[in-house]
């Protein structure tokens, strides 16, 4: 335990490298409980790294990780089993387990952390969640036959099959065209409101970070550069977070499509979606 604390989960002092590529340099971070929180930035800058620190699935070289106060940064796996309960997440490539059915990959969560007795909750359970995603009715489907879109959504509903407190989004709407990641915006709000959630929610799309938070938190060169609401960072000074957040190349990424003749002028470039 630690006093002086607020913030439903805490970065303190965090740094991660991997060999010498120093991802995350010594950043603190307290996200606040029941808010949605955006991570924004370009890609590899260590968006996902940090977002894995929330929930102890990397370790940091330094610094610490707060769950509510308790630190777990430094918890055996078996101790965090218990912790991680009370997350949910939406990770990038996430996916669905092709050869179990929509309730059988809903409840894959509950399976490892309870024992089921009563299978009538669970149909309701399953059925609740679905609702919740607006998919009710697809129980008895597979993953093969439904849409990216409905993928992301049962995830979802798997995500907060064992009611959460906290849930970590990584890029929910990468790969879905602008219609279907809308959908996802809204429920991303609509479980932050009716479940009073904590959101975290990694994504490069602008649309979706200005419409769902309640705070944005740019990373670059392993550091916040960024943080506020969406007006602070519309009208944020940075050139960085100007350049990112309209899209364009920044002038070092410029300079080196240029040298490697790939490229001799450009407006824009799809680097920042995987
Ligand atoms: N397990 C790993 N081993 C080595 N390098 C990693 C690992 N995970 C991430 N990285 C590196 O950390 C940096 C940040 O990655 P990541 O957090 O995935 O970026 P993004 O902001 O796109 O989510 C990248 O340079 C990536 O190559
Ligand atoms: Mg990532």
């Given at each position: ?64 990780v ?28 996430g ?8 309730t ?150 410029l300079a ?19």
């Open positions: 335990m630690e006093e002086n604390s607020n913030g439903v989960l805490r970065v303190k002092n965090l740094t991660k490298s991997f060999g010498t590529n120093v991802v995350l340099n010594n950043v603190s971070l307290n996200i606040e409980e029941g808010k949605t929180t955006v991570i924004i930035g370009p890609s590899g800058c260590g968006k996902t790294v940090l977002v894995k620190h929330l929930i102890a699935l990397l370790r940091p070289n330094a610094g610490e707060y769950f509510k106060n308790h630190r777990i940064d430094n918890l055996s796996e078996n101790q965090l089993n218990n912790i991680r309960t009370h997350y949910g997440f939406l990770f990038q490539g996916a669905l387990f092709d050869s179990l059915n929509v059988e990959n809903i409840i894959f969560p509950i399976r490892q952390h309870c024992k089921i007795t009563d299978w009538k909750d669970v149909e309701e359970l399953v059925k609740s969640k679905l609702a919740m995603v607006g998919l009710d009715g697809f129980q008895q489907f597979y993953p093969s036959n439904l849409s990216g879109g409905q993928r992301k959504r049962v995830a979802l509903a798997r995500a907060i099959a064992l009611n959460p407190e906290i849930i970590l989004y990584d890029e929910p709407t990468t790969g879905l065209d602008p219609i279907r990641s809308d959908v996802i915006n809204e429920l991303v709000l609509k479980l932050q409101k009716e479940l009073g959630v904590t959101s975290v929610v990694v994504t490069h799309d602008m649309t979706s970070a200005y419409k769902i938070s309640d705070r944005i938190i740019m990373l670059h060169n392993g550091k916040i550069i960024a943080d506020g609401d969406a007006d602070h960072i519309r009208n944020h000074p940075h050139p960085v977070v100007q350049q990112f957040i309209s899209g364009q190349v920044g002038e070092d990424d080196v499509l240029r040298m490697r003749g790939t490229i001799s002028q450009t407006q824009f470039l799809p680097r920042d979606f995987e």
